[in-house]
């Protein structure tokens, strides 16, 4: 049970004061009598400069200003007192002290002054012994009712506030209604104001807010959490949308507070620019960051910290105070830059670092003004000493890469040999912005450059920073499209586009949906408000993979698997199962799992339906076969097939290509006990990770295919069961035990897979019915022609019959079909003997059969 009495803390005496009608209203009377004061003013003027009025009127107004100069002065004082002294008490102790369990501390002492009211309101409402205790209920209905502002958190979660405030009042009735009597909280109002104190601890905050509070109850209240539910929304969304409110209030007030320094810094100061040297040559050919930067406001930068800091540290040095960013494009590499720019103006940075111009050198316009070789040296050679003499210049030159190493072309130049004098000059300082292929392409083979040099890597930053910067973004599109973004097109952003636009990085991919999600949603189908199905929209043209209705489409397939996969295969009852009812325990997400969506390794014989299970998957899940990658993996023999697989620097790899191209696609490694055992170890990583990194450098996802690797490695073990009657249901374990023996594949490699499936050979009886599908193939093409093809027994068992082989299973009824019957027919079509409208069949000799 927690200490929690609001009566007895600092902050209830700002609620009792507030109740106070002149303190209460200080605010309101302070700008009444500073509008009569003004206006009593102007009157003045106009009776003593224009002689309208008499001097006793003049003397009147006189006395009538020094009274409302007085009243608004004291009412003025009266507000600050209240809210700088009574609405923050001084705090013994911190949140951080509270959770920590320090004894008797009395938890309501860290609540706001916004919370407390709604506290004060939910104790006196359940102040009596014939109510029962205090719900957290009743504390998120006093919150609604206490708290301005909070529309806009539910008017972003597409939430009825006025009839949330309807439900709870029901739900207040009830509550009177009940008998359990008693004073005191119940254990939802109590676990409440706890994960209240931990979410303002990670905040940061030094008292309980409104949010905080409001993020708790959404955990732990039940009638907010089925709200919640029933809108398809979560606890951590109230979360994130508080914590937007929460920082939209803090820019607009530190907006406001002009007279504070990092403002003033902000407007700039002639006294710095003094102090540097003249950079005419330069100013042509760059941007200026700091201008840029100060016209925009010095944005908040999303992420990227630590980036930042290592940067500033290394431009600080005395030495080799180069920094190279490196990331791929789209991680926020010049959001680092930002960074720094905003830092160094405010005078945030580190010595070395403030107040220095960022400048950013236009390499493009440069190369399109010189008509030599010689000419663009010697311009940059003189943009390079003027950096040197200003001494307060920090030089960005992005894609450096293009001007390293390489021969000339558009948009290439190598400038290694005029810049690499200048960096290790302590007055030279340069950020120099690259991609990894072009580290390693280019950068890294001239030793020269690189050493002087300090690399920065630029990750990609999380999901949770990628919504603070939709978060940001979003008034400014909203104004300019004028149109209204939900919280759930934002978290549907996020969601799909770490799911679908695999190639890209995050913030880019979720900034370029957004922007085109918008104009989707404000264009093509005329809505004031983006919601989610638009977001779905967008992704499914991008994806070509069906949005909206995939959830309960796949629901259907998963459910049915077994019925839709045999109407492709034959026999293979219990694989089929096993496939089935692994597919569904990994999709519905039984347990926690990082990897691909299934994973599979298929044994059996050959011809015995691994593979063309594989194809009914593709089919049946992904919608064509042609969603499958399909890989042979014998001709990954070698250590040097990796590259192959991979790629390498120029070169595209054979998986990872088209995974990142098409990363929602099945996934067909044809006999992988051939490939290579280094091979086979870096698919412990895909099958257990979800992910690969490629020759590249780049990370390629795997979480949205299914991975099947087929292998009749130890078939002969499958033959020699089926020769004892009974000895089938642990011939998967003998299977197991001869791989493992033999060394073809270690257990930890078997163990990665969601299910090992074995294959059975198949029967004559199963041949017979794959004839009959694969002539009902051949029946429906002839159809489209006109003609009518008979399927007889007769043909079923000549085929069978000329087919059959336990060892190679119906591999070779395709042949015999080609040979013995599709031959047939196509001589007889092309010879005229076939004509639309016949009706055909052919006999156990393969001889053509007209039928009337």
Not at 280 to 293: G, P, Q
Not at 543 to 551: A, L, S
Not at 785 to 796: H, N, P, Y
Request: glycine share 6%.
């Amino acid at each position: 049970m927690i200490n929690f009495n609001l009566k007895e803390t600092s902050i209830y005496r700002a609620v009792k004061w507030e109740r106070n009608p002149f303190l209460g209203s200080a605010k309101a009377l302070a700008k009444i009598f500073l509008f009569l004061l003004i206006f009593d003013s102007l009157l003045f003027l106009y009776g003593f400069f224009g002689s309208n009025f008499s001097k006793s009127s003049n003397s009147t107004l006189l006395g009538f200003f020094l009274i409302f100069t007085s009243l608004a002065v004291w009412f003025r004082l009266q507000e600050a007192f209240f809210d700088i002294k009574l609405k923050r008490p001084k705090l013994a102790l911190t949140i951080n002290d509270a959770l920590d369990g320090v004894k008797g501390m009395n938890l309501a002492e860290f609540l706001d002054f916004e919370t407390a009211k709604a506290v004060e309101a939910s104790d006196i409402f359940a102040n009596s012994s014939e109510l029962p205790p205090t719900n957290s209920t009743a504390l998120f209905h006093f919150l609604l009712e206490k708290t301005r502002g909070l529309e806009f958190i539910f008017a972003r979660d597409m939430l009825d506030l006025n009839e949330i405030k309807s439900i709870l009042k029901i739900k207040l009735r009830e509550y009177e209604a009940n008998t359990d009597n008693g004073l005191g909280y119940t254990q939802d109002y109590e676990d409440t104001i706890w994960e209240a104190l931990k979410i303002a601890q990670k905040r940061k905050h030094q008292q309980v807010v409104v949010g905080d509070i409001l993020s708790a109850l959404a955990i732990y209240d039940p009638v907010f959490q089925r709200i919640l539910t029933n809108a398809n929304l979560k606890n951590a969304d109230i979360e994130n949308l508080s914590w937007w409110l929460e920082s939209m209030r803090s820019r607009t007030k530190e907006q406001k507070r002009w007279w504070e320094y990092h403002n003033l810094m902000r407007r700039g100061t002639l006294a710095k620019e003094w102090t540097a040297g003249y950079t005419l040559t330069l100013d042509r050919y760059s941007v200026d960051w700091n201008e840029i930067a100060e016209k925009e406001g010095f944005p908040e930068i999303i992420g990227h910290q630590q980036e930042i800091e290592q940067a500033e540290r290394i431009l600080a040095r005395r030495e080799y105070n180069n920094v190279l960013l490196v990331g791929e494009p789209g991680v926020g590499r010049k959001g680092v830059v930002q960074g720094l720019v905003r830092r160094a103006v405010l005078g945030q940075s580190l010595p070395d670092v403030n107040y220095k111009r960022v400048v950013e050198l236009n390499m493009s316009g440069l190369m399109a003004e010189t008509k030599t070789v010689e000419e663009l040296e010697e311009v940059l050679d003189r943009i390079f000493q003027e950096v040197v003499s200003a001494g307060n210049v920090i030089l960005v030159i992005n894609e450096f890469h293009n001007f390293i190493g390489v021969k000339p072309g558009p948009g290439t130049m190598d400038i290694s040999g005029v810049i690499s004098s200048y960096l290790s000059l302590p007055e030279f300082q340069i950020v120099a912005i690259c991609s990894y292929v072009g580290l390693h392409k280019n950068i890294e083979q001239n030793p020269s450059v690189l050493n002087l040099f300090e690399k920065v890597e630029v990750a990609e930053i999380s999901e949770r920073e990628t919504l603070m910067a939709l978060e940001n973004l979003t008034p400014f599109l909203e104004q300019k499209y004028k149109i209204f973004v939900s919280y759930p097109a934002l978290r549907e952003i996020i969601s799909l586009s770490r799911r679908y636009l695999t190639s890209l990085p995050f913030p880019k991919k979720a900034l370029d949906l957004l922007d085109e999600a918008i104009i989707y949603a404000k264009k093509t189908v005329k809505s004031k408000i983006l919601l989610p199905d638009h977001i779905n929209a967008i992704i499914s043209e991008k994806t070509q993979v069906p949005m909206g209705e995939m959830e309960m489409r796949e629901k259907n397939i998963l459910l049915n698997l077994e019925g839709l996969i045999h109407k492709r295969i034959v026999n293979q009852e219990e694989a089929v199962k096993e496939v089935s009812t692994a597919l569904r325990r990994a999709r519905a997400e039984v347990s926690a799992r990082k990897g691909p969506m299934g994973t599979f390794l298929f044994l059996g014989p050959t011809g015995v339906g691994k593979t063309e299970t594989s194809k009914a998957l593709a089919q049946i899940y992904f919608g064509a076969e042609s969603k499958m990658i399909r890989l042979d993996m014998s001709e990954f023999q070698e250590v040097k097939d990796i590259s192959r697989l991979i790629g390498s620097l120029g070169e595209e790899g054979m998986l990872t290509t088209p995974v990142r191209e098409n990363p929602f696609s099945m996934i067909l490694l044809d006999e992988i006990e051939k490939a290579h055992p280094n091979i086979l170890n870096l698919f412990l990583q895909v099958l257990d990770e979800g992910f690969l990194t490629d020759g590249q450098g780049k990370k390629v996802d795997f979480k949205n295919s299914i991975i099947i690797a087929t292998s009749n490695a130890a078939y002969q073990v499958i033959l020699e069961s089926l020769k004892t009657p009974g000895e089938w249901g642990g011939v998967k374990q003998k299977l197991l035990d001869y791989i493992f023996e033999k060394g073809i594949f270690r257990p930890e490699f078997i163990n990665r897979f969601d299910a090992v499936v074995v294959f059975k050979p198949l029967s004559q009886d199963n041949l017979l019915d794959i004839a009959e599908l694969t002539l009902r193939s051949l029946r429906s093409h002839l159809k489209e022609k006109g003609i009518d093809f008979l399927i007889t027994k007769t043909l079923k068992e000549k085929i069978v019959e000329l087919s059959y082989n336990p060892t190679f299973g119906a591999r070779q009824m395709k042949r015999v079909i080609q040979d013995k019957v599709e031959n047939v027919l196509a001589e007889a079509l092309l010879s005229g003997t076939l004509k639309r409208g016949d009706s055909v069949e052919i006999d156990s000799q393969f001889q053509l059969i007209r039928r009337q």
